[in-house]
């Protein structure tokens, strides 16, 4: 910068008047050269990000909660169709298929949206060999359960557990982990960059502003002219490229941090805790469907909740969640995906969603309690209608309260987060092009200010 001001000092004598403007165009190129770099190299990183959080994880991300959603809820659907004697359960038979469809769609929704190689596409097809070795499973289990051999039916249905636990839900987590990651080191890396290429675009843009000011000056001292009127314009444009290249960068990194860490956060926990839900229910019919694993499927059961919700010794969710309603108060011990999303609050409606999600929970392990006394009191036909029942008040109708407020809840977030990516990519539509045309007006008014003044001396 010193060297630049030392340039047009009148003190200067080692260099003519003509050679000093004519390195101050070489100047005003180089510096309007390096400020259209750094801007481009920002918005070209702010549009990455963006597109890696919108476009390529998150889509990613969700599918794979979703697949695990419809895995769980096929097992669970199996369970309670041979809960019952064969053609009893047409809802569940009915369910089965529903979510074996959802399945196979979204399996091929995740093959479409593969970015990270083989890191997604290696669980992508884990999950389709395994889906298809667990729908012969269960087919045979539903073969001997329509022979009434119950024996045969448990082993075949022990295999199908096996490959849901052990294969399709690993391999859908390890979708999730890959998006997640990928994820996250962006918006963290796009974070520094960020602020890095601000420097560089108002040291480059400072330097600029020096040079078209050093030679409107110099002009002035050597020249007596008061203003040079097309390097004015191009100071004010410098100025403008500048201030509106800040505000918009800004608007779209706004935009980007709205998406990822306002809605995007709660709708990951959001997912998790739908998933860790589905995958509950289907323990709850596991452990009625098969005694000699009973315990297991007990404590699969509350291992699941309990990332959903931990309810401190003391509290109920009723309790926690009118503390947080009416005063806003966040209860110590209180932690899982919907602790999270409470911590996460930001939207309108998104708080009673999450609350209602966390009542009709609370409302669920009730009825739940409920379904193992009757077990335990060798009331089993009891309680295999009460983990039926969709009626108000029984297991599934509960089941279905909580997905309703959960995809409340979700369903807000997923609108802000396309809204935000929407307007993110606005943000920096065609931004280049508007650069270069903005820099080549600076050095063109340049040239043309300074060219009848370089002609004075050549004559």
Known sequence: MSKIIALFSQKNYKLTTPKRLQIGLYLTGATSLLLLIAIISAVQGQRHAIKTVGQDSTPSIVTAQRL??????????????????????????????????????????????????????????TMQLGLGNYIAQIQQARDFHARGDTNAMLIAYRAAAELMDKTLLPAADELDKVNIQALEETYTEQKVAANNSLILIFVSGAALMIVLVGIQIFLSQRMRRTLNPMLLVATAITLALLTYTTVTLQAAGDNLRTAKEDAFNSMHALRQASANAYIANAAESRYLLDPAFATNYERAFFSNIVQIAQIPQGQTAETIASAYNSQGKKIDGFKGYIAEELNNITFPGEKEATLASLVSLGQYLAIDQQIRQLERSGKHQEAIALCLGNKSGQSNWLFEEFKTANQKTFDINQAVFDRSIHQGFSNIDGFEIKMVIAATTVVLLSFFGLLPRLKEYSN
């Open 68 to 125: 695990k959603d419809a895995f769980a809820d096929m097992d669970a659907n199996v369970a309670n169709e041979l809960l019952v004697p064969a053609g009893q359960n047409q809802d569940a038979v009915k369910g089965y298929e529903e979510q074996y469809q959802k399945a196979a769609e979204r399996l091929v929704a995740a093959a479409e949206n593969i970015t990270y190689a083989d890191k997604e596409r290696k669980p992508i097809q």
